[in-house]
């Protein structure tokens, strides 16, 4: 039977024993990275597969390293510790995966990262669809604009910026849309809320830049090279401005969360058909084939995880 079971301060317990103190620095200060990972059940195959998951902690210490922390934990050592836990969840559906670093001292007036000490946690939960929605999504230009490199990196997923995305993920389903679609300060596109952008024109794709303050995804980064090696289509990097997405082909939102996420209408305009298109469509069904372990040609992305018959 699965059982909800988290890594914590060094071992794999039981999920109601994984706590941390109120005066924890990182629930005050928004001092931790974390990351998404997504693990896919193949009910054919009767396998779990983790997508991506080398990248995924190559990234976690990357984070690491902007926020002073240090961990006793290699890339192959937290994959190792994440298949562990995986086997003794032993959840046979699709599972979110969530390793956070965090600053775990148990103090409260201390502004220097230097000084406090980091932990690493990992949890795993039964996860489907992030976004409820039927076909194509509905989203709206955010009110808030995306925080700046130079204010906080948000190349990396540190815990206190994502109060950006929230503030404005919540401003969007209040007015009954689906998702945001955030500016950064010049006006240019940066993403969603939690994905990554595409927009689809005149035959080629194109996506803003890094430096447009956005996550380097590592969906974006999959969509990228599946793109090239099985459509034959490259992707443009570069500045996008707002008025560009209303006039698009389509309009696509790519995250470890969303997976490939059409959108059809941007701020009550409907972007292309208004519904998922041929582009869309043709890359949503090779990376849902492929985080499955469907496909032989990606298998390398594909972390298999041993369980008991």
Not at 12 to 18: F, H, N, S, T, Y
Not at 213 to 224: A, M, P
Request: charge should be negative; hydrophobic fraction near 40%; charged fraction near 25%.
């Amino acid at each position: 039977m699965p059982e909800a079971l988290a890594f914590f301060r060094g071992k794999i317990v039981p999920l109601e024993d994984a706590r941390v103190s109120i005066t924890t620095h990182a629930l005050h200060y928004g001092t931790a990275v974390f990351e998404g990972i997504r693990g896919n059940w193949n009910e054919e195959q009767r396998k779990l597969y983790v997508f991506r998951m080398r990248e995924h902690y190559e990234r976690l210490l990357q984070g690491c390293k902007m926020m002073l922390m240090d961990i006793p934990y290699s890339v192959d050592d937290l994959c190792g510790i994440t298949i562990e836990l995986l086997q003794s969840c032993a959840y046979r559906q699709d599972l979110y995966i969530r390793p956070i670093v965090y600053k775990s001292e148990e103090l409260v007036a201390n502004l220097k990262l230097h000084e406090l000490e980091s932990d690493f946690s990992l949890v795993t939960v039964p996860f489907g669809n992030y976004i409820e929605a039927d076909g194509a999504i509905r989203c709206r230009t955010s009110s808030w604009r995306r925080i700046d490199d130079t204010a906080i990196p948000p190349r990396v997923k540190i815990s206190g910026h994502y109060v950006n995305s929230i503030l404005a993920k919540t401003e969007a389903t209040l007015a009954g849309y689906d998702e945001a679609i955030m500016l950064n300060q010049d006006g240019n596109v940066s993403e969603g809320s939690g994905e990554n952008l595409f927009l689809v024109a005149d035959g080629a794709i194109h996506t803003p830049l890094v430096s447009e303050n956005n996550l380097k995804g590592i969906t974006k980064d999959s969509v990228t090279k599946i793109a090239a090696r099985e459509m034959g289509l490259g992707i443009v990097e570069r500045s996008i401005r707002r008025s560009e997405l209303y006039l698009a082909d389509e309009v696509f939102l790519t995250g470890t969360a969303a997976h490939i996420t059409p959108v059809g209408e941007l701020d009550n305009r409907p972007i292309g058909s208004g519904d998922q298109g041929p582009v869309t469509s043709r890359l949503r069904d090779y990376y849902l084939d492929i985080i499955k372990g469907g496909n032989p040609d990606y298998l390398d992305w594909c972390a298999e995880v041993p369980m008991e018959a």
